[in-house]
C-alpha cells in the first residue's frame, strides 16, 4: 500500500517569509496529491490539490510541485502571516482505491 | 459548496456506554463517506470507507463490532462507538466524497472523551 512520508514536522519562520514542506510517497500508481490545513481542534481544510498529469499548481501565495519521477511533492507558501501558523498535512490517493493516505504533518509557526 | 458537518462537535460518556456521531453532507450527496481518528499532535488514521446502502469496509485492526458505521442515505453517515472505554478517548474526524474518484471534504470533527 502507499506510504506518505513528510518533512519537516516543525516549521518556524518569520512573518514575509516562504515556507517549504515537502512530502514523498511510494505508490507510484497514486494520482491525486491535497495539501490540508488544521488549525487546533478543528478538521482538515483543503488548501490546494494537484493531480498527476500536472507539474505545479498555484493559488495566490500557495503553490504546490510535484515530481512523479522522483515521487515527492511539496507545499510552498510566500509572505506567510500569523495566520498561516497551524498543521498542515499532505495526503496521497492511492492508486486503486482512492484512499487518501496522510502525511505525520507540519506544525507552521509564523512569528510576527 | 461541499460542506460537511458532524454532530456533536463534543461529547462526553461514562465508560460502558454508547456514542453516536453523525457526519452530513449539506449541499453534494455523497456517494462515499470515510471515518478518520486522530490522536493528539498525530496524523489523521482511516479507520473505514462506507457507501451508501452497502456495509462498511474498515481496515486492518479496527474493530468492527465496536465501530458501527452505517451509512443509510447519500447525505449521512453515522459512527456509533460501542461500549466505549478511556482509550477510545479522541477526534473522530469524517469526510465525504462525491462522484468524483478522488477528493474528499472533512467534517470539522468530534471530541469523545469517555469518563
Known amino acids: 500500500g502507499e506510504n506518505v512520508e513528510q518533512h519537516p514536522s516543525t516549521l518556524s519562520v518569520q512573518e514575509g517569509d516562504s515556507a517549504v514542506i515537502k512530502c514523498t510517497y511510494s505508490?507510484?500508481?497514486?494520482?491525486?496529491f491535497p495539501w490540508y490545513k488544521q488549525e487546533l481542534g478543528k478538521g482538515p481544510q483543503l488548501i490546494i490539490d494537484?493531480?498527476?498529469?500536472?507539474g505545479e499548481k498555484k493559488d495566490q501565495r500557495i503553490a504546490v510541485t510535484l515530481n512523479k519521477t522522483a515521487k515527492h511533492f511539496s507545499l510552498h507558501i510566500t509572505e506567510t502571516q500569523p495566520e498561516d501558523s497551524a498543521v498542515y498535512f499532505c495526503?496521497?490517493?492511492?492508486?486503486?482505491?482512492?484512499?487518501?493516505?496522510f502525511g505525520q504533518g507540519t506544525t507552521l509557526q509564523v512569528k510576527p | 459548496g461541499a460542506v460537511v458537518s458532524q454532530h456533536p462537535s463534543r461529547v462526553i460518556c461514562k465508560s460502558g456506554t454508547s456514542v453516536k456521531i453523525e457526519c452530513r453532507s449539506l449541499?453534494?450527496?455523497?456517494?462515499?463517506m470515510f471515518w478518520y481518528r486522530q490522536f493528539p499532535k498525530q496524523s489523521l488514521m482511516l479507520m473505514a470507507t462506507?457507501?451508501?446502502?452497502?456495509?462498511?469496509?474498515?481496515e486492518q485492526g479496527v474493530e468492527k463490532d465496536k465501530f458501527l458505521i452505517n451509512h443509510a442515505s447519500l447525505t449521512l453517515s453515522t459512527l456509533t462507538v460501542t461500549s466505549a472505554h478511556p482509550e477510545d478517548s479522541s477526534f473522530y474526524i469524517c469526510?465525504?466524497?462525491?462522484?468524483?474518484?478522488?477528493?474528499?471534504?472533512f467534517g470539522p470533527g468530534t471530541r469523545l472523551t469517555v469518563t
Open positions: 505508490d507510484s500508481a497514486s494520482n491525486y
Open positions: 462506507s457507501n451508501e446502502g452497502s456495509k462498511a469496509t474498515y
Open positions: 495526503a496521497a490517493a492511492e492508486g486503486d482505491t482512492g484512499k487518501l493516505i
Open positions: 494537484i493531480r498527476s498529469n500536472v
Open positions: 469526510s465525504a466524497r462525491d462522484g468524483r474518484p478522488v477528493g474528499q471534504y
Open positions: 449541499d453534494f450527496q455523497a456517494t462515499t
